[in-house]
């Protein structure tokens, strides 16, 4: 059992960066103006051979409780109460504030251990501040310079109390944590993987900004854990959140709204489009959110192609299904305008969910599980090859050129996604007409709707197979018939 520690205080005093240092990963943005951090972000964190859980939150200032910086400061103030510790970051270059005095206050109250830390503390203009952080009736205030790593002794010695405490509760609790592991299956091969809580199922939310991305996940996990609201935009950086839903241990990703590249100018912006870009290649299953009013926008587009590229197993969820008045003609215009704006995912499902009242949730539950069992599944090589000939009498390939190819035999050399390799002769000469009508069966007659499929052609060679070998030099040394050795035409 591991405690859990808060880095709370105003914006810009250097939270994230601390919070990088410790987990030893640039998860967090970080940029020179304040208010970057708006989500709480989790993770593990290390600080020599402590092992803890580290909370990242968004800065603390005053303000009501409908605005943006109001709803900050909530989930700031519940991480405060979920956290075991909490390490309450001051500027020492700018000195105490009367902002750090009212919220000096509220952790008085609100947390059971608080520890002080004057932040920016390297060289002498930070001496008054740290003397001035006394003040704050919160003990002896630790000297940190979060970007430059010094002062972090100092956080150890505090921390490591608090830590022999949780170590004392973990004994007395010590059940061991078993994942279950199946065997493999009938045919020999790899079953499919079951997501346990040391690999959880990766689910990637997506979207353009203001299409319910952090609402809908916040439906699943039955509580306000990220921060929504009417303002676009409102996320930036891709949050992980840990959830056991329907008994699937799963990690969801909440990532920023993603708009054309033209449009993103702002350097923070960019740096909000790249974690989410980044999550989409980490994870498994990429669940593409469109808005219902303006579904398959161009960048809505970009992403579901983004994701099959990427390898990723795609399902396309459309939000704000409640506020929707001709629901059977809106559906079948989706469905025709899927099929023609995105073939690469034929049979990808397309699920119609409100993340305002929840409706829809179980199906795209069930969506993402078949998704990701077909992206893991395996198929053997006599199905395959049965299949193959059984394609090749339906449809022969062409002859280019008057060169007739020959398909030979077919197999699966991987999965996630499935990756099958035909050897053949003359693979440079098969179209890509042909090797669609093969994915496309593919797909249907083994029932791997939606999901990216790798089809790659490989030669074989019928000819000598010691042709193009370099032979190799006579020997000077050669024997006779019957026995005797010659060397260079006289007898030895």
């Given at each position: 059992m591991s405690f859990t520690l808060a880095i709370v205080g105003r914006p810009n005093v250097g939270k994230s960066t601390l919070f990088n240092r410790l987990v030893g990963?640039?998860?967090?943005?970080?940029?020179?103006?304040?208010?970057?951090?708006?989500?709480?972000?989790?993770?593990?964190?290390?600080?020599?051979?402590?092992?803890?859980?580290?909370?990242?939150?968004?800065?603390?200032?005053?303000?009501?409780?409908?605005?943006?910086q109001g709803r900050m400061r909530k989930l700031t103030e519940r991480a405060v109460e979920m956290a075991d510790v909490c390490l309450f970051m001051i500027d020492a270059r700018v000195g105490v504030t009367p902002t750090d005095q009212v919220f000096a206050e509220i952790l008085r109250k609100?947390?059971?251990?608080?520890?002080?830390?004057?932040?920016?503390?390297?060289?002498?203009?930070?001496?008054?501040?740290?003397?001035?952080?006394?003040?704050?009736?919160?003990?002896?205030?630790?000297?940190?310079?979060a970007e430059h790593g010094e002062g972090l002794n100092d956080l150890y010695t505090h921390l490591m109390p608090i830590s022999d405490q949780f170590d004392l509760l973990a004994e007395k609790d010590d059940?061991?944590?078993?994942?279950?592991?199946?065997?493999?299956?009938?045919?020999?091969?790899?079953?499919?993987?079951?997501?346990?809580?040391?690999?959880?199922?990766?689910?990637?939310?997506?979207?353009?900004?203001?299409?319910?991305?952090?609402?809908?996940?916040?439906?699943?996990?039955?509580?306000?854990?990220?921060?929504?609201?009417?303002?676009?935009?409102?996320?930036?950086?891709?949050?992980?959140?840990?959830?056991?839903?329907?008994?699937?241990?799963?990690?969801?990703?909440?990532?920023?709204?993603?708009?054309?590249?033209?449009?993103?100018?702002?350097?923070?912006e960019k740096l909000s489009v790249g974690d989410g870009l980044r999550a989409v290649?980490?994870?498994?299953?990429?669940?593409?959110?469109?808005?219902?009013?303006?579904?398959?926008?161009?960048?809505?587009?970009?992403?579901?192609?983004?994701?099959?590229?990427?390898?990723?197993?795609?399902?396309?969820?459309?939000?704000?299904?409640?506020?929707?008045?001709?629901?059977?003609?809106?559906?079948?215009?989706?469905?025709?305008?899927?099929?023609?704006?995105?073939p690469q995912l034929r049979g990808a499902p397309l699920i119609t969910v409100s993340a305002k009242t929840g409706r829809g949730l179980d199906r795209l539950n069930e969506a993402i599980m078949k998704a990701y069992e077909v992206w893991n599944r395996r198929i053997t090589t006599a199905q395959l090859n049965r299949w193959l000939a059984g394609q090749v009498e339906a449809h022969p390939p062409p002859a280019p050129q008057g060169k007739r190819i020959k398909l030979r035999y077919m197999t699966q050399a991987k999965t996630r996604p499935p990756g099958f390799?035909?050897?053949?002769?003359?693979?440079?000469?098969?179209?890509?007409?042909?090797?669609?009508?093969?994915?496309?069966?593919?797909?249907?007659?083994?029932?791997?709707?939606?999901?990216?499929?790798r089809l790659y052609m490989r030669g074989q060679n019928d000819a000598n197979p010691y042709k193009g070998r370099k032979k190799a030099p006579p020997s000077k040394l050669r024997k006779h018939t019957d026995g005797r050795k010659f060397e260079g035409g006289k007898r030895k």
């Open positions: 990963k640039r998860l967090a943005l970080v940029d020179d103006q304040p208010g970057v951090t708006r989500d709480l972000r989790e993770g593990a964190a290390r600080l020599a051979d402590l092992r803890f859980t580290v909370i990242d939150t968004a800065g603390l200032e005053e303000a009501t409780d409908e605005s943006l609100k947390a059971d251990h608080v520890i002080l830390a004057a932040n920016k503390g390297e060289g002498s203009a930070a001496d008054a501040g740290v003397i001035e952080a006394y003040s704050l009736g919160l003990g002896e205030p630790i000297r940190l310079s059940t061991p944590e078993v994942d279950v592991t199946l065997d493999e299956d009938e045919d020999g091969l790899g079953a499919v993987p079951v997501p346990t809580n040391a690999k959880p199922l990766q689910v990637a939310v997506v979207g353009r900004p203001n299409a319910g991305k952090s609402t809908l996940i916040n439906q699943i996990l039955g509580e306000e854990r990220l921060l929504t609201g009417p303002e676009a935009g409102i996320t930036r950086d891709a949050i992980s959140l840990r959830i056991d839903w329907n008994g699937t241990p799963m990690r969801i990703f909440d990532t920023a709204g993603m708009r054309k590249k033209a449009k993103v100018q702002e350097k923070l290649k980490f994870a498994e299953v990429v669940v593409v959110l469109l808005d219902a009013a303006i579904p398959f926008e161009q960048q809505d587009l970009r992403l579901a192609d983004l994701a099959e590229r990427e390898g990723r197993a795609v399902i396309i969820a459309v939000n704000k299904w409640d506020i929707e008045d001709e629901k059977q003609s809106k559906l079948k215009d989706l469905k025709e305008s899927f099929e023609r704006l995105l390799v035909v050897m053949c002769s003359h693979p440079d000469k098969v179209p890509e007409s042909y090797s669609r009508y093969l994915v496309n069966g593919l797909r249907v007659d083994f029932d791997m709707p939606g999901t990216p499929i």
